[in-house]
């Protein structure tokens, strides 16, 4: 037993022994073959010279040197082998069976495996040792299946290509043969050195005394073989890695068969080697365990003797008993290591979490499938495996067992079971194999793109782009783009520094010959040596004619370089500018000039020597060919003569034989021609080559004692400044930085992006940097960039750079960007500097030296896959990647396949289709598939008929007009079309018997009256149209608002509190320190409801009655006519009439002291009726609060809805008189039997939804009061005449101090108007102009928003018209003109009153607060309604005609709401007129209802107010001052010069007075009736005197244009009828439609007389006006007779 | 009372308002409304009704129960409208104040029997950060301006929720006449087949 560093130390020296040993052993292998070594030498030793002199660490040179020495050899060998082949292939051996080769042929491995080491220990082996490889047959054997296979397939590729090879004559000695070839397969399989010295060094002794063994044994044996010594240390060579006794055995006995063996080896087949390598095998097994004992003794005999190996393998083998550990003790150890799950079942506790019980699926009802049957012990395992394992309890379901699926397997077989097995299956369901086919279109699409994980990603990176020529480059930048073009060249020929390389080559060729030559020194110059010797040369005058290149190239680049850079200077000078940054620095390296000199002669010199040698060999060359084709000749000449003589001969012999002849002749032939006779070589001229080398350095090489130049280049000349430039330069620049770049990227010749658009820089460097990211789906075929150049805002492409499709492996992140050059041919020239493209440019002042340059550059990009967010590249597998894709793609567009025309010709299309496999099934495919099958089927059968819904006759449960019919079904469709009289309709009943056709009247009737006019309804033919038409264009909003309706916003739905901005917050803030209870509290806003989720009885309406004025005083009925001046009224006329005191003097008058009037107000609303208490006085004081119930209509309190409410609120104020009815005077003193009557005195009406729209009102209202009241005075009647003074008391009619409001307070909804700009209208107007208005709007509403500022208003027709267009001149009929002919303002008033006739229709309540539509005055005149707008917009155009100054105010109004006046300016005085009511005010008139100023409008302008106050009081109406008036046209938005929209003229036409007779007899017929149906309890009376009285009085109430004239006519009447008490009032209204009279008539309450002696008169009159345009009077009275 | 042909079926809805759950709030009530369909008119019974407060219990179920009775009977000749309940629930915010917190609605059950139903609640979303902030801060909160809106279809796309909490609610239905005018609610197996041969069908004429 030794220690293992013994071993160590012992194998150490054994192995220095061993390579002691091999360095003989090396000789002997040389002498063994001489020739062959002695090439091998030499080489060996020119490479191992080469190789250190590289200074190279020793190992390693060794290495690379035994490395070069066996490629050599192996070249060597080759040519060999060739030669070797025939004379084997002679002694093959018929004995030699198969296996033997096989023997053979492993043994040879062995043997070469032993040569090699042998040469060299230190080369390990590509098997690895195996020392103790006998004890390990298996192992070995399968290692020896792995080289026998190996070398099989060696042997036969040489064998195969050697049998190619020819035989060359020459044959070396077998013996050498097999090593050597075994050496080259060797060569092939060398792996790299991995030094594991004492192993192999071990192996190797082994082997040297197996080796021993045998040779010594072999010497005996055999005869006829090399010299023992010779073989025995060729065997010596060998070292089998592996125990191959047998197979030594029978190599020695075969030796003399064994080269030839790798030829037959060869030529086996495939089969019978695979064959014989299994026997082989068997039998190898058997021979290495008998040999093993054979051997055994010998190895120990000799082994001492023949090496210094001191000890044998026993020495280092240790012999130890197998380890056996006990069971007990095994099953104790595996315990601690392994796991074994017990087979006991587990409880269910341990299977759940704590505290849980088990639940039974099952038992609560649900399914559960059957389990798979398991074993329960092996059940056991798993779940005791199972628990140990972590969180291994998610395995167990809720009852405790593991989860599992459902049995999977069914109990019976689910397929049919066939019958009829035999002959009768039926032959269509008889299975028929079907090769698979591979689509071919799978490869379209990249797989699996739609799944998540297979998405992928190209990233293009655009990084950016460099121009080498650019139209726009200047001469200068040319020769720069040039001159760094050379230098990048000469920096990388620095880099690569090819001509030092050369020069160094060459000076080692050089050594390498001299060493050659020297090491032989002439005498034994071998053949191989020469040969090599000559290969050298030759390599040597390759490489030198390759350095002159190079560094002529040197030198020309250099050359050119400072010549460019010249250039570049003198064209800067020039110009006197710079454009470049360039500047060329040339550094110069002074060189020891001796030094230089003598290296430069040495080489020439040597170059010289050089040439010299070749020289004279190519004349020794040419010599000896001169020689051989000297004796050629001379041989020929020879020939020539023996012919002559022979002819001369033949001659002489007389021509016999035609054959003969014709010989000679041929032979003849063959001679030919004379050859030429050679010239004798020249010598070669010595003296000239040296002349020549010596023109060719200085030509290419720097002159001796030249110093080195080194330019260098840098970008560190300033650029002459912009300013500094010459003209043409600067625009130049110009367009330079005018240019932009930016670059498409196109993926499959699809724009997928572009980058950003650059612009061009002075350097014609482009930055991008832009990467973009290509989700693709389709598999990328081509990637383009295109460059684009733009100037402003076209652009133009200049380049398409291809930029090819990365491998699936370049990814982003690691590649580096590439840069790919373009260039285009576009033709570009320049009037300024730059030099253009495809333009020939010069470049001298001359002229000469043209160049045509074209735009060219580098784009820098880099393509690439993208990787993923956990780095998996997002790439197509490289698989799918293939031609098979393209082929794919061309069948499947058919128009690619087979073109467009092919498409119509239905055959082609057919082949096609059938060729391409089209996948009938595949949807893209459908549409051919459906034109092929119709093709080849023939005819089509086409239905007459097309259908959208074929099935749909299958659903329908009844007939269309069995559906029709249904009364039921048609109310529920009517009510969902929600048709007004449907809308809300409840309760639709539920059978259909239960309906009656009676719901259906009123609407089929609306639906008849749209096509007939009911005239007995209107009265009015003309009037029933118009009606109509309204109708039709309220029907067509409604209908767009129901659009809108159900569109909702958010604060439809949802209420939010609003965001206090910072102005609330300081208010709430300055608030704070407000006193709590201020002196003048202010009304404070309530909080605001919602309307929507109220209910009847929840709102009210809160009206206040405050105050009341001027209401006219009882008079006595005996009064005397009351002295007052009735003349003329003019303008001028001041009112300084004072009134007459008559007060005192009718309340003396008055029986039983009875006040002069007794003054109560009267709210109805929505059918309730409240009244205040009864006040005294004509100027009373209520101050009441009266409460009225609202509900909405169908209880909807929707905005919407509750915008719709048409409801007025009426308060009219009456008088309570007191009539004492007591007949009896006796009585008097004990009972008060009063009669109180009501007298009306005057009424306001005030929409619902003026109050819902502003939520409150406030102020004094004017009452509308009758022009006469018979009976009643006014207290101070004279002062209601008054001109346009602008200090006017309180006169001019009744007022009423009210304040109305809702409680609580409702949202006014705004929302449906905003929701209506949403919805836009048509327009004609310029999109500039609906921008500006907008705009102006927008800042309007801004800045005062409760200002109203209108700037574009919706015609009639639905369109947008801006507001200007509809202030146009008209005149006004002319025969009001004529009426008052020399006083224009009779004919003002007239006018006003005209207009104020036309019947006021509100169009915010028809249209639900939707919109106002505005229309045009003939429009106006022919509807003959309208609202404030049209009334407004008509007074302003007449006044405009008739020279006034005239606007149109958009403002807001009292009760009105948002209203137009018209503004007239009459003698420095603004005049505000009331266009509805032809009331007019003066500006500081403070009962004038117009409260809020917004805009003023004309015909050629919109102001809006911009003043501090909205109040007409305290504003100025002077539109010229911008401080107060904004402008919308001003000078930098000016007017565009609308045209009107009004018509030119106004037609009126005049209106038949027999059909005002006529209307106004029907009038008055129909309300006689009213008030005898309105008193059904009483007689009603009527007094013809008094009514013909009346009638007679109404046409000069007309006349005087309804002011109080008739004063005398009253006394005339009280006169007439004497004994009646009287009280009436003639009523005035527009003529529209007869209900409104007849509500006017009964909202005065006459007909409530109750006196039983009570008549009543009644008179109608109709005056016409033109166009249709009717003023009604109605006359009513009641009449008491007193006695 | 019973025709042979009626022209009305009535649908007679008993229940509860179980509880709720609102894992974050306490001290909630909550308001019920039916919507209905044209066709239909409450005969008998509140429409609207308003719970009490009520805590969540101290013990392990943090369910608030309120037990609010929910009793009507509708009589309608049109299926088409069907009675939704709706039910809003509200609380104290952290200042006190009352706020909403949930609505939800849900169709009454059309088969006669006893149904429990469970409304998942939703409360609109403020519009903004800002808004909703100043909403927190000011406690008023986004509300519906109508809590009928949650039983309708139209004009939800403006709006934005966010669900917290459920309601639990308890019907017990009874229809008359229902079959006898056509419609047949329940399950096919007990849909008897003794029609009467004078019956009439709907829209026959």
């Known amino acids: 037993m030794s220690t293992p560093s013994d071993l160590r130390d012992k194998l150490r020296k054994k192995r220095r022994a061993l390579q002691e040993s091999l360095g003989k052993v090396k000789d002997d292998t040389q002498a063994l073959v001489p020739s062959d070594s002695d090439v091998t030498k030499e080489n060996e030793r020119t490479a191992v010279e080469k190789l250190t002199g590289r200074g190279d660490d020793p190992g390693e040179t060794l290495r690379r040197s035994l490395k070069a020495q066996r490629m050599k050899k192996k070249k060597k060998l080759l040519e060999e082998m060739s030669m070797e082949g025939p004379p084997e292939e002679e002694m093959v051996n018929e004995e030699i069976t198969a296996v033997q080769e096989l023997q053979h042929d492993q043994e040879e491995h062995s043997v070469e495996t032993l040569a090699e080491e042998g040469r060299s220990v230190r080369l390990q082996r590509d098997l690895p040792p195996l020392p103790v490889a006998r004890a390990d047959s298996s192992l070995s054997e399968s290692s020896m299946r792995q080289r026998m296979r190996e070398k099989l397939r060696v042997a036969r590729s040489k064998a195969a290509s050697l049998l190619q090879q020819e035989a060359s004559l020459e044959q070396p000695s077998h013996l050498r043969g097999p090593r050597d070839r075994e050496t080259l397969t060797r060569f092939d399989r060398e792996t790299d050195l991995d030094v594991h010295e004492e192993e192999s060094s071990f192996a190797a002794r082994v082997k040297f005394r197996d080796a021993a063994r045998k040779a010594t044994r072999d010497k005996r044996t055999e005869t006829g073989l090399p010299t023992e010594e010779e073989a025995y240390k060729f065997f010596t060579f060998n070292f089998d890695p592996e125990p191959q006794e047998s197979r030594r055995k029978d190599r020695a006995k075969k030796k003399t068969r064994s080269t030839d063996d790798e030829e037959n080896e060869g030529e086996e087949d495939e089969e019978e080697e695979e064959e014989e390598t299994g026997r082989a095998r068997a039998r190898e097994g058997e021979d290495e365990s008998r040999e093993r004992d054979e051997d055994a003794p010998l190895v120990r005999d000799e082994e001492e003797d023949l090496f210094i190996i001191d000890q044998s393998a026993k020495d280092f083998l240790e012999l130890k008993k197998a380890d056996y550990i006990g069971y007990n003790r095994r099953v104790l150890r595996e315990r601690e290591i392994f796991f074994t799950p017990s087979t006991r079942p587990v409880p269910a506790s341990c299977k759940l979490p704590e505290n849980v019980q088990p639940r039974y699926l099952e038992d609560e009802g649900l399914y559960v499938g059957e389990r798979p049957p398991v074993a329960l012990s092996n059940q056991n395992i798993l779940e005791n495996r199972i628990l140990k394992e972590d969180g291994g309890k998610k395995w167990f379901g809720d009852d405790g067992r593991i989860l599992a699926l459902p049995d999977p397997i069914k109990e019976s077989s689910s397929r049919p079971p066939l019958y009829h097995l035999e002959e009768e299956l039926d032959p269509a369901l008889q299975t028929v194999y079907r090769k698979p086919l591979k689509s071919k279109y799978v490869n379209r699409y990249i797989a699996g793109v739609g799944d998540t994980q297979g998405d992928y990603q190209l990233d293009v990176d655009v990084s950016g782009l460099i121009f080498s020529h650019h139209p726009l480059f200047s001469k200068e930048h040319v020769l720069g783009a040039r001159l760094a073009q050379l230098y990048d060249q000469y920096l990388s020929r620095q880099h690569k520094n090819l001509t030092c390389l050369l020069t160094d080559k060459l000076n080692g060729l050089r050594n390498t010959i001299r060493n050659m030559l020297e090491l032989h020194s002439g005498e034994g110059i071998s053949h191989v040596t020469q040969q090599r010797i000559a290969e050298y040369k030759q390599e040597v005058r390759h490489t030198r004619q390759l350095r002159d290149t190079e560094q002529e190239k040197d030198r020309t680049l250099l050359k050119s370089i400072i010549k460019v850079w010249k250039e570049l200077k003198s064209l800067r000078e020039d110009k006197g500018c710079t454009n470049t940054p360039y500047k060329l620095y040339i550094r110069r390296e002074e060189i020891q000039r001796a030094l230089d000199e003598q290296e430069q002669e040495a080489e020439i010199l040597a170059e010289v020597a050089e040439l010299q040698a070749e020289s004279e060999e190519d004349y020794e060359r040419k010599l000896n060919e001169y020689k051989r084709k000297h004796e050629e000749w001379k041989s020929w000449k020879k020939k020539q003569k023996t012919l002559k003589k022979k002819q001369k001969q033949r001659r002489q012999q007389s021509q016999d034989v035609d054959e003969e002849e014709e010989e000679d002749e041929h032979s003849e032939e063959e001679l030919g021609e004379e050859p030429v006779k050679p010239e004798a070589p020249e010598k070669p001229d010595i003296a000239g080559l040296e002349q020549q080398v010596r023109e060719k350095a200085a030509k290419i090489r720097r002159k001796p004692g030249e110093p080195v130049l080194v330019p260098e280049l840098t970008a560190s000349n300033p650029i002459t400044p912009n300013e500094a430039c010459p003209r043409g330069e600067i625009s130049r620049r110009e367009d330079v930085s005018k240019r932009s770049l930016f670059v498409k990227v196109l993926y499959n010749d699809k724009e997928v992006s572009r980058t950003d658009s650059r612009s061009l820089n002075m350097d014609f460097r482009v930055h991008f940097g832009q990467i973009f990211n290509l989700k693709i789906v389709n598999w990328p075929e081509s990637i383009k960039l295109q460059i684009y150049e733009g100037v402003s805002s076209s652009s133009s492409l200049i380049a398409e750079v291809c930029v090819p499709v990365p491998e699936s492996s370049v990814l982003t992140g690691s590649t580096p960007s590439e840069e790919l050059e373009f260039s285009s041919n576009q033709r570009v ?855 | 009372m019973t025709s042979p042909n009626p022209s009305v079926f009535l649908l007679m809805i008993s229940g509860q308002i179980e509880g709720a759950q609102f894992p974050e709030y306490d001290d909630l009530y909550c308001k019920y409304c039916f919507v209905y369909g044209h066709d239909w008119a409450p005969t008998s019974g509140l429409e609207e009704g308003i719970s009490q407060i009520t805590s969540k219990g101290r013990g392990s179920t943090q369910s608030l129960v309120w037990n609010f009775p929910l009793d009507i009977t509708f009589k309608s000749t049109n299926p088409f409208g069907w009675p939704q309940i709706v039910v809003s629930v509200y609380g104290p915010d952290t200042f006190g104040n009352d706020v909403v917190r949930g609505y939800g609605a849900v169709h009454i059950p059309f088969t006669p029997g006893k149904h429990t139903r469970t409304i998942p609640m939703f409360v609109p979303e403020s519009t903004s950060r800002l808004q909703k902030f100043t909403s927190w801060l000011m406690g008023r909160r986004p509300e519906y301006t109508d809590p009928k809106v949650v039983a309708q279809g139209e004009g939800r796309e403006v709006t934005r929720v966010r669900s917290q909490g459920f309601v639990t609610l308890q019907f017990s239905i009874i229809t008359k006449d229902m079959k006898k005018l056509g419609y047949d609610t329940t399950s096919g197996e007990q849909a008897p087949a003794t029609r009467l041969a004078g019956t009439e069908q709907p829209y026959r004429s």
């Open chain 1, 829 to 1683: 020239t320049f009037n300024h500097e730059g030099v253009g493209s495809d333009v020939p440019v010069s470049f001298t002042n001359d002229g000469s030296n043209i160049q045509t340059l074209l735009t060219s550059g580098k784009l820098s990009c880099c393509v690439s896959w993208a990787v993923g967010e956990d780095d998996i590249p997002l790439a197509p597998p490289s698989t799918q990647h293939g031609a098979g894709m393209h082929s794919g793609l061309r069948q499947m567009d058919a128009i690619a396949c087979i073109g467009a025309s092919g498409l119509n010709d239905m055959k082609r299309l057919g082949k096609w289709a059938a060729e391409s496999r089209l996948d009938p099934n595949d949807p893209n495919n459908a549409s051919i598939m459906q034109l092929l099958s119709v093709a080849s089927g023939g005819e089509v059968v086409a239905p007459d008929y097309f259908r959208l819904e074929q099935l749909q006759e299958e659903f329908n449960f009844l007939s269309d007009e069995e559906l029709e019919r249904s009364r039921r079904f048609r109310l529920i469709r009517l009510r969902s079309q929600e048709e007004p009289e449907f809308r809300n309709f409840k309760t639709i009943p539920a059978t259909e018997r239960e309906i009656s056709e009676k719901v259906f009247e009123e609407y089929d009737r609306r639906l008849k009256e749209g096509e007939v006019i009911d005239t007995k309804e209107h009265i009015d033919a003309h009037r029933a149209l118009v009606a109509k038409y309204l109708q039709k264009v309220r029907e067509s909003v409604i209908n767009r608002f129901l659009i809108s309706k159900h569109h909702y916003i958010l604060s439809d739905l949802v209420v939010e509190e609003e965001v206090p901005s910072i102005g609330v917050l300081g208010l709430n803030l300055f608030k704070l320190a407000e006193p709590k209870r201020p002196l003048k509290p202010r009304r404070k806003e309530r909080k605001k409801v919602t309307a929507q989720n109220l209910s009847d009885g929840d709102i009210k309406l809160l009206v206040n009655i405050i105050r009341g004025y001027d209401i006219p005083i009882r008079k006595p009925h005996t009064s005397k006519p009351a002295a007052g001046s009735k003349g003329a009224r003019s303008y001028t006329e001041t009112f300084t009439a004072a009134s007459t005191s008559q007060t005192a003097l009718q309340a003396s008058e008055w029986p039983l002291g009875q006040p002069v009037i007794r003054p109560f107000v009267e709210v109805s609303f929505q059918r309730t009726l409240l009244q205040t208490s009864t006040a005294e006085g004509p100027n009373p004081c209520w101050n009441e609060e009266l409460v009225l119930p609202f509900s909405a209509p169908n209880g909807d309190y929707s905005t919407s809805s509750l915008q719709a409410v048409r409801d007025e609120v009426f308060i009219s104020i009456f008088d309570e008189v007191l009539h004492d009815v007591v007949e009896d005077e006796r009585e008097r003193g004990s009972s008060v039997h009063t009669r109180i009557e009501r007298h009306w005195l005057g009424s306001i009406k005030i929409p619902f939804s003026t109050i819902y729209m502003q939520s409150r009102i406030d102020g004094t209202f004017k009452l509308g009061t009758p022009s006469v009241l018979l009976g009643y005075s006014k207290e101070r009647s004279l002062g209601s005449e008054g001109g346009y003074d602008a200090i006017r008391s309180l006169s001019e009619g009744t007022f009423l101090t009210l304040f109305i409001t809702i409680e609580p307070q409702l949202v006014p909804g705004d929302s449906i108007r905003e929701k209506m700009k949403d919805v836009k209208f048509d327009t004609q107007e310029v999109e500039r102009l609906l921008l500006a208005c907008e705009i102006f709007e927008k800042d309007a509403g801004q800045r005062y928003p409760d200002r109203p500022c209108v700037t574009t208003v919706v015609d009639i027709n639905g369109k947008t018209v801006f507001i200007t267009r509809f202030i146009r001149p008209l005149p006004p009929p002319q025969e009001l003109l004529d009426a008052f002919p020399n006083n224009s303002q009779e004919a003002t008033e007239l006018v006003v009153r005209y207009v104020s006739l036309i019947p006021f229709l509100p169009d915010s309540v028809s249209f639900a607060g939707i919109c106002d539509l505005w229309s045009t005055c003939d429009q106006f005149l022919t509807l003959l309604a309208g609202d404030e707008e049209e009334h407004a917009v008509l007074l302003c155009n007449y006044f405009l005609s008739m020279g006034k100054k005239a606007w149109l105010i958009i403002g807001t109004a009292i009760p009105e709401g948002p209203t137009a006046y018209v503004l007239t300016q009459e003698q420095n005085r603004y005049l505000i007129w009331n266009p509805s009511t032809g009331q007019y005010y003066g500006q500081h008139d403070t009962f004038c209802p117009l409260q809020t100023v917004g805009c003023l409008v004309n015909a050629d302008n919109v102001w809006f107010n911009i003043q501090l106050y909205a109040t007409p009081i305290r504003m100025s109406f002077d539109v010229t001052k911008p401080k107060f008036w904004k402008p919308f046209f001003s000078r930098s938005f000016p007017d565009p010069g609308l045209s009107s929209v009004q018509p030119e003229d106004l037609v009126y036409r005049r209106t038949d007075k027999a059909y005002a007779a006529e209307l106004q007899d029907r009038i008055e017929k129909i309300l006689r009736e009213k008030i005898m149906e309105w008193r059904p309890r009483h007689p009603t009376r009527w007094n013809r005197y008094c009514t013909s009285t009346l009638r007679q009085f109404l046409p000069k109430l007309e006349m005087s244009g309804g002011r109080e004239v008739a004063e005398e006519h009253r006394l005339e009447l009280q006169s007439l009828l004497g004994d009646y008490r009287i009280s009436g009032f003639p009523l005035h209204l527009p003529f529209s439609e007869i209900r409104p009279i007849i509500e006017a008539v009964y909202s005065t309450g006459v007909h409530n007389v109750e006196a039983p002696n009570v008549e009543f008169a009644l008179a109608v009159y109709v005056h016409p006006y033109p166009s249709n345009v009717l003023s009604v009077w109605v006359y009513i009275a009641s009449l008491v007779r007193t006695r």
